[in-house]
């Protein structure tokens, strides 16, 4: 008898094992078609931007999938979308997870499609194996991330008021923009929530850079969302004439530009680890063919998961530049203009991700997101976790952006199964 329990148990927890369901490659591929119909561009992606009717459209389309597959959706006075599922104990703190569907303009069909289509796939997921979780769960669409991260900061409570009148891609303020959404920007404050609020916060994204496809991995682990250090730079040297001056009389503001791009190349290179240094803009004064540079005004931009290793190549590229002064005849002076502290994500919801990845049978890979994600806005109010998945060829933001059905469903497998390890574990 004893040995019948033991058996009949073992098949039940086998079988309940087996019933947890994965990703569905082709409801996700039609389902990103169906999203991708909504600004549609001439080059096979879409401009989405948000607040354009299109997007409004867009966020039609993913609310009725989300009532759909049994979601109580509402809208929060800031406009993100948010579907709530209850749990076995609603007096928990919900799990959240999901991402944007407004895009650049320009943009491709996958770039916070499928963080958003796979957050309601697991929801699907859940309805099709009848899993009641204990914690409630909320799928979050927010509103505006190419634009800022607007909605995901109005909803950490960190948007400043002077965003309201900044005019976005639509050509609308952010302010006009959210009562277009059906928001309220009297009430924003009630859109804040505090720490503590959520158990956690996961975002399914497409790497949006070319690592995983060259090495054939699955799956990004994200270790967090890279800190960004932007300056002005201004040399100063002397204006004069190009035919006129010897070569050793002049203080050519364009030649130490010149040096220093090199030296910034350099500082961020020289040292171990994945920090990046970039001089994206450059411009000469006067700016006349035959007059020598006397002022170049050009950006430096460092990005890394760590802010002490941002400064130290900074501090690097400075002493750098107190060299070139004295070899030009120059003055560089060094403005910062922005400055986005790393976001970490939780160590141990990255091992979580992990261990769902490898029992799926799924590779996986540590790496940085170098670029900006509602994610980072979430890490100040909950331990936050990211998965990526491959983007082919490494394109993003742009029209030829792509992900397999596959790949999609992968995530949304390694998703759901991050939710339910979550589901089981205190964190706080
Ligand atoms: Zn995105």
């Known amino acids: 008898m004893k040995l019948l329990i033991v058996v009949l148990l073992s098949l039940s927890i086998s079988g309940i094992a087996q019933k947890i369901p994965q990703g569905n490659p082709k409801r996700m591929e039609d389902r990103i078609l169906a999203l991708g119909r909504f600004g549609a561009n001439p080059e096979g992606g879409v401009s989405r931007v948000a607040y354009s009717e299109a997007d409004i459209a867009g966020r039609a389309y993913v609310m009725g999938l989300m009532k759909n597959a049994g979601l109580e959706v509402h809208l929060d006075a800031a406009g993100n979308i948010i579907g709530r599922r209850a749990g076995k104990d609603n007096k928990l703190a919900p799990i959240a997870f999901g991402s944007h569907i407004d895009s650049v ?4 069909n996958y770039d916070g ?40 900061e109005a909803l950490c409570g960190i948007l400043p008021a002077t965003s309201l009148d900044l005019v976005s891609n639509s050509g609308k303020t952010i302010r006009q923009g959210i009562a277009e959404l059906g928001g309220n920007v009297e009430k924003l404050s009630e859109a804040a929530r505090k720490k ?7 975002e399914l994204h497409i790497e949006q ?7 054939g991995i699955n799956i990004g682990v994200v270790e967090g969302i890279v800190g960004i250090n932007q300056w ?11 035919g006129t001056t010897p070569m050793d009389q002049r203080q050519d503001a364009m030649v130490a530009a010149a040096k220093l791009t090199l030296a ?11 920090q990046v240094a970039t001089v994206g803009r450059i411009q000469a004064f006067p700016g006349a063919p035959n007059v020598i540079p006397g002022k170049v005004i050009m950006t430096l931009e460092i990005r890394d998961l760590s802010h002490e290793k941002i400064l130290s190549v900074f501090a690097e590229i400075q002493s750098q530049g107190i060299i070139i002064e004295k070899e030009t005849g120059t003055t560089i002076a060094y403005t910062l203009t922005n400055e986005n502290l790393p976001a970490p994500t939780d160590p141990r919801i990255q091992s979580l991700v992990a261990a769902a990845a490898k029992e799926l049978g799924l590779t996986t890979q540590l790496m940085p997101s170098g670029a900006g994600h509602d994610a980072q806005d979430m890490a100040t109010i909950a331990p936050t976790g990211m998965i990526f998945v491959p983007s082919k060829n490494g394109v993003s933001h742009a029209p030829d952006e792509y992900t397999s059905p596959q790949d999609m469903a992968n995530g949304a497998s390694v998703l759901l199964q991050t939710i339910l390890k979550l589901d089981k574990q205190t964190l706080n």
Not at 196 to 202: I, K, V
Not at 209 to 215: C, E, R, V
Not at 264 to 274: K, L, Q
Request: net charge negative.
């Open 105 to 108: 303009p320009g943009g491709g």
């Open 113 to 152: 499609d499928v963080g958003s289509l796979g957050a309601i796939e697991c929801i699907e997921l859940l309805n099709e194996g009848k899993i009641t979780t204990q914690h409630p769960l909320e799928v979050i669409i927010f509103q505006n991330e190419e634009g800022g991260l607007i909605g995901s």
């Open 196 to 202: 503590g609020y959520y158990h956690a916060f996961l």
């Open 209 to 215: 850079g070319g690592i995983l496809d060259k090495k």
């Open 232 to 242: 002005s730079v201004t040399i100063t040297g002397k204006g004069n004439h190009a």
């Open 264 to 274: 910034i190349n350099r500082a961020a290179t020289s040292v171990p680890g994945r």
